[in-house]
């Protein structure tokens, strides 16, 4: 079975521009979260969405933003990009919800000049 | 005082040596531990899950849980160079009703010499 995958790999922006970033869960897990992982620190929370609705927020601007679609992959948005938003953002997929063991994908590499 | 404690290391081991890996949480009701493993420029991948005190055993791997001294470890038996990487601590934490996260640790580094 495939795991969770995220498009694009690799990703370089300037600042005040958007990206776009894409995950689709293992096959039969309907929930998604989103990570931030900077450079020596430990995955941050962003978002967590079950059955298309936002279920969990952690402490992001509101140029973060997500989606889940009826497929569970999901996107995450964010605006007008500062150079601090250089990371890697992870997409995590776990059967259902509260406590459920989320698994990783490989990670998209978002690089803000 | 942080949510989840690790001491970020390096810790330096000796190939076939045990590696012991300490973790504390803030957070009471905290009801599900993991460990991560996190190679230089990769996600994390699922090491350990423990749910509930005592010890859970997987092959090299040993999980511990104390809930009420909020204290998790990971013991790494004969250990190998390809077991050098950062360790991540992670706590689950019901957000509502219907929602949960995961809040990590800052990791530890471990070196396995040869």
């Known amino acids: 079975d495939a795991g969770v995958t995220q498009s694009p790999t690799h990703l370089i922006k300037t600042r005040g521009q958007q990206v776009t970033l894409r995950c689709s869960p293992i096959?039969?897990?309907?929930?998604v979260s989103w990570y931030q992982q900077v450079l020596g620190q430990g995955p941050q929370f962003i978002f967590q969405?079950?059955?298309?609705?936002?279920?969990g927020r952690g402490n992001f601007p509101d140029r973060f933003s997500a989606r889940q679609f009826p497929n569970y992959s999901s996107e995450l948005n964010v605006n007008a990009l500062l150079l601090g938003d250089s990371a890697l953002y992870l997409c995590a997929s776990s059967l259902v919800l509260a406590l459920d063991t989320q698994y990783f994908g490989p990670g998209t590499r978002l690089t803000v000049l | 005082q942080k949510e989840v404690e690790q001491n970020s290391g390096p810790l330096s081991v000796p190939e076939g040596a045990i590696a012991s890996l300490n973790c504390t949480y803030s957070d009471r009701g905290s009801q599900s531990f993991f460990w991560y493993r996190q190679y230089s420029g990769k996600s994390p991948e699922l090491i350990m899950s423990i749910y509930s005190n005592g010890d859970k055993e997987d092959g090299r791997f040993t999980a511990q849980l104390n809930k009420a001294s909020q204290y998790v470890s990971l013991l790494i038996r004969d250990s190998q160079p390809s077991d050098s990487a950062t360790y991540l601590c992670?706590?689950?934490?019901?957000?509502?009703?219907?929602?949960?996260?995961?809040?990590f640790g800052t990791g530890t580094r471990l070196q396995v010499t040869l």
């Open positions: 969405y079950y059955e298309k609705e936002e279920r």
């Open positions: 096959s039969g897990h309907k929930s």
């Open positions: 992670a706590v689950t934490g019901v957000i509502t009703g219907t929602a949960s996260k995961l809040t």
